[in-house]
Nanobody
C-alpha cells in the first residue's frame, strides 16, 4: 500500500498564500502522477493540479496563474504553492498519486486524508 501524508493547510486571508506538501511512502516501485484535488461543501471533488514523473503539469482553469505544483521525485513528495488565494478556494484538499507497488504489474490510485484550506474574505 501507499500512504500519503499531507501538511500545510490552514486559515488564511484572501490574497494570502499557503503551501501544501504531500509525502508518499510504502512499498513503491514508481509513481507516475501526483496531484491535488479539492472538495468544497456540497460540491464534487475536482482536480486542482497534477504533475507527471517527467514534470508535465496541468491545472484547473480557476487556479492557473495562482497555483504552482511541483514534485521531488527522490522524496516522493508533491507540493502545491497557492498564491492570491480567494474565498472560493476554501475546500478540503486531497493529495492523489497513481503508483505501482513493488512486485506488482498494475498501477493504482491512492488518496491522502485531506487537509482543510480556509480563505477568509
Amino acid at each position: 500500500q501507499v500512504q500519503l501524508v499531507e501538511s500545510g493547510g490552514g486559515l488564511v486571508q484572501a490574497g494570502g498564500s499557503l503551501r501544501l506538501s504531500c509525502a508518499a511512502s510504502g512499498s513503491i516501485s514508481s509513481i507516475n502522477r501526483m496531484g491535488w484535488y479539492r472538495q468544497a461543501p456540497g460540491k464534487q471533488r475536482e482536480l486542482v493540479a497534477a504533475i507527471t514523473i517527467g514534470g508535465s503539469t496541468n491545472y484547473a482553469g480557476s487556479v492557473k496563474g495562482r497555483f504552482t505544483i511541483s514534485r521531488d521525485n527522490a522524496k516522493n513528495t508533491v507540493y502545491l504553492q497557492m498564491n492570491s488565494l480567494k474565498p472560493e478556494d476554501t475546500a478540503v484538499y486531497y493529495c492523489n498519486c497513481n503508483a505501482r507497488l513493488l512486485l506488482h504489474l498494475l498501477d493504482s490510485d491512492y488518496w491522502g486524508q485531506g487537509t482543510q484550506v480556509t480563505v477568509s474574505s
